[in-house]
């Protein structure tokens, strides 16, 4: 890990300099700077054009055990408010990397396929490679969530413990109330209205425009202590998926 954070931290500092480029090409000398809560460490910092702004990038490469850790944050105003995000949360990765027993390679062909059950509930995925598959609790679903601090809190106020992401995404909260807020809180994200699942009058779907000026549905309702939602290109298609994990967690 040592010899991989050293390699990776010299590629960075080799980058490719020039004055007329834009992103992702930097536009002044990359230079090392001190990282406060890392005497062992230094940053990367590289200035870049974005458009007709000037920002800066603190790029921080270590090593903790046999754990690469990288870390950057950009900033158009103070390049030293990057440096000081990278180190403050490289101080809370360390932290929780020490609490961390990875399982040995070997074991892991062990480790139980479904620990809680709920990923045979969830409608399962057409990748089920993808990296966004799986049982999750509730800090780990946050890597699923466009806005994590907000839905950080929406987990604990709901109770929140386990996530199953596949096809569909199934929140598992603590009673039927929670679910219904914490449907409300998810459902928050849709730029517009759209119609609700058919036969599911609790749900709620709405759109959004994405990358090219294309449309994504998504759709979410409950079930019990279950918030489940789905999310597609075509609004028929989502309603299909929705209607399919409401059977699902129905009738286990």
């Given at each position: 890990?040592?010899?991989?954070?050293?390699?990776?931290?010299?590629?960075?500092?080799?980058?490719?300099?020039?004055?007329?480029?834009?992103?992702?090409?930097?536009?002044?000398?990359?230079?090392?700077?001190?990282?406060?809560?890392?005497?062992?460490?230094?940053?990367?910092?590289?200035?870049?054009?974005?458009?007709?702004?000037?920002?800066?990038?603190?790029?921080?490469?270590?090593?903790?055990?046999?754990?690469?850790?990288?870390?950057?944050?950009?900033?158009?105003?103070?390049?030293?408010?990057?440096?000081?995000?990278?180190?403050?949360?490289?101080?809370?990765?360390?932290?929780?990397?020490?609490?961390?027993?990875?399982?040995?390679?070997?074991?892991?062909?062990?480790?139980?396929?479904?620990?809680?059950?709920?990923?045979?509930?969830?409608?399962?995925?057409?990748?089920?490679?993808?990296?966004?598959?799986?049982?999750?609790?509730?800090h780990g679903a946050l890597h699923l969530q466009a806005d994590p601090m907000a839905a950080g809190a929406a987990f604990t106020d709901a109770g929140v413990d386990v996530v199953s992401a596949a096809l569909t995404t199934v929140y598992q909260s603590s009673d039927p109330a929670?679910?219904?807020?914490?449907?409300?809180?998810?459902?928050?994200?849709?730029?517009?209205?759209?119609?609700?699942?058919?036969?599911?009058?609790?749900?709620?779907?709405?759109?959004?425009?994405?990358?090219?000026?294309?449309?994504?549905?998504?759709?979410?309702?409950?079930?019990?202590?279950?918030?489940?939602?789905?999310?597609?290109?075509?609004?028929?298609?989502?309603?299909?998926?929705?209607?399919?994990?409401?059977?699902?967690?129905?009738?286990?």
């Amino acid at each position: 890990a040592a010899g991989v954070a050293a390699g990776l931290n010299d590629g960075t500092l080799t980058m490719l300099v020039r004055t007329d480029s834009s992103d992702p090409i930097p536009i002044e000398p990359i230079r090392t700077v001190p990282v406060p809560t890392a005497p062992d460490a230094s940053a990367a910092l590289l200035t870049f054009r974005e458009g007709t702004q000037t920002v800066h990038e603190a790029i921080l490469i270590t090593a903790r055990g046999p754990f690469v850790l990288v870390h950057s944050a950009r900033t158009a105003t103070d390049p030293d408010a990057a440096v000081a995000l990278v180190a403050d949360t490289l101080a809370d990765q360390r932290a929780r990397l020490d609490t961390f027993t990875p399982t040995p390679a070997d074991q892991l062909v062990a480790l139980p396929r479904d620990p809680t059950g709920l990923a045979a509930r969830t409608v399962a995925a057409t990748d089920p490679t993808s990296l966004a598959s799986g049982t999750f609790d509730a800090h780990g679903a946050l890597h699923l969530q466009a806005d994590p601090m907000a839905a950080g809190a929406a987990f604990t106020d709901a109770g929140v413990d386990v996530v199953s992401a596949a096809l569909t995404t199934v929140y598992q909260s603590s009673d039927p109330a929670a679910a219904a807020t914490l449907a409300g809180q998810l459902g928050d994200n849709a730029a517009a209205e759209a119609a609700g699942v058919p036969g599911l009058p609790d749900s709620h779907c709405g759109s959004s425009v994405g990358a090219g000026g294309l449309a994504r549905y998504q759709c979410i309702a409950t079930f019990g202590r279950y918030v489940f939602t789905a999310s597609s290109r075509d609004l028929n298609t989502a309603h299909q998926q929705v209607a399919a994990q409401y059977l699902m967690l129905r009738g286990s």
